[in-house]
Nanobody, 118 residues
Framework: QVQLVESGGGLVQAGGSLRLSCKVS????????MGWFRQAPGNEREFVAS????????YYADSVKGRFTISRDNAKNTPYLQMNNLNPEDTAVYYC???????????WGQGTQVTVSS
């Protein structure tokens, strides 16, 4: 059974940075696509970024392009989401997802809260 555990969320001022991590266990991490999503209160969950298992195909939502960077360390079974120049609109629960593409993934983490104060 695949398990995903996010970490790295917290409270940060506008303009600040955070790096989210997602420890993956239970499956060969190096051969599964990974994604990050977020859900703000009252909103639907939205796509943030994704990276294919071979690392060449990377996609971002327009709202985070140029500010967020998705990466993965296959040796540590961990994808990352580096978030720079955060603004209050980035406030949401951020979820890690594994084994899928687009908006459809088979496994999800429990989420980590990111709050950006103005």
């Amino acid at each position: 059974q695949v398990q995903l555990v996010e970490s790295g969320g917290g409270l940060v001022q506008a303009g600040g940075s955070l790096r989210l991590s997602c420890k993956v266990s239970g499956r060969t991490f190096s051969r599964i696509n990974m994604g990050w999503f977020r859900q703000a209160p009252g909103n639907e969950r939205e796509f943030v970024a994704s990276i294919f298992w071979y690392g060449d195909n990377i996609y971002y939502a327009d709202s985070v392009k140029g500010r967020f960077t998705i990466s993965r360390d296959n040796a540590k079974n961990t994808p990352y989401l580096q978030m720079n120049n955060l603004n209050p609109e980035d406030t949401a629960v951020y979820y890690c997802a594994a084994d899928g593409s687009g908006r459809t993934y088979n496994h999800w983490g429990q989420g980590t809260q990111v709050t950006v104060s103005s």
